[in-house]
């Protein structure tokens, strides 16, 4: 049986070629993504030398930093387990909370990170993080996250300003996005969720799933919420 070498060798170069360019395209990629923008324009509650993440309670102290993709399925079952003591600790004011909305997922990413920046500017963007979550879709970039249901969302939530309407139609934030992306690699954040407290990442294996050394980790910076500080000894009172 003859052998045709020519067509072996075409076959290769074909390979070769083929895992040149999705290499070319995976470093284009990263390096658009990784790539701030000088000019984006901001939601009034970031802070650049945050990272670009959306602050709450400025002034206060511990600082919590928490890196999520709206897309990201972890992030939602971090949010489950986590977000309501999350939510209750800075309406309490009880820390320093930095949201930095990441988009490597994809497309519907950067349009839930900007529909949560625009909920900021309404003094909304807690329950639009919720709501996010909670109306994930199951698949990643599915094509259910559209501006008009970014908007219905808001909606659902009491956000039914024009100028909310037109912050998510106009992708206002879009161009911060990118902000948030570039800080984020450049603090070494490769991954989501990932917390941050002072600056140092708190245990991923033992304290991100787990309620209560969660909020044991947050307490030993000085994070505590008095509401949950009454429950717990309301509890340990009935027992």
């Not at 400025?58 to 939510?87: L, M, V, W």
């Not at 008009?148 to 934030?173: A, P, W």
């Not at 002072?198 to 787990?210: A, L, Q, S, V």
Request: glycine residues 8%; hydrophobic residues 40%.
């Amino acid at each position: 049986m003859s052998i045709n070498n020519n067509s072996d060798k075409g076959t290769r170069n074909l390979v070769i070629g083929m895992v040149a360019f999705i290499v070319l395209v995976g470093a284009i990629f990263s390096f658009i993504s990784n790539k701030s923008s000088s000019t984006a324009k901001v939601p009034a509650a970031v802070s650049a030398s945050d990272g670009y993440g959306i602050v709450l309670n400025a002034n206060a102290t511990p600082k919590i930093d928490i890196f999520i993709d709206y897309q990201c399925p972890i992030c939602k079952n971090f949010e489950i387990i986590n977000g309501g003591y999350i939510s209750e600790i800075a309406a309490n004011a009880k820390a320093k909370v930095v949201i930095h909305p990441m988009t490597f997922i994809g497309a519907e990413s950067i349009l839930a990170a900007n529909a949560a920046a625009c909920a900021a500017d309404e003094g909304k963007f807690l329950d639009m993080n919720i709501a996010l979550f909670q109306n994930q879709s199951g698949t990643e970039n599915s094509g259910l996250w559209t501006g008009d249901y970014m908007k219905r969302l808001g909606n659902s939530i009491g956000l039914k300003s024009k100028s909310f309407e037109k912050c998510v139609t106009d992708g206002t934030y879009v161009d911060w996005t990118k902000n948030v992306a570039k800080a984020s690699a450049d603090a070494n954040v490769n991954s989501t969720p990932t917390v941050k407290i002072n600056g140092k990442e708190i245990d991923r294996n033992t304290e991100y799933m787990d309620p209560v050394k969660f909020k044991a980790a947050l307490a030993a910076a000085g994070a505590v919420s008095y509401t949950h500080l009454r429950a717990h000894e309301t509890d340990a009172y009935l027992v």
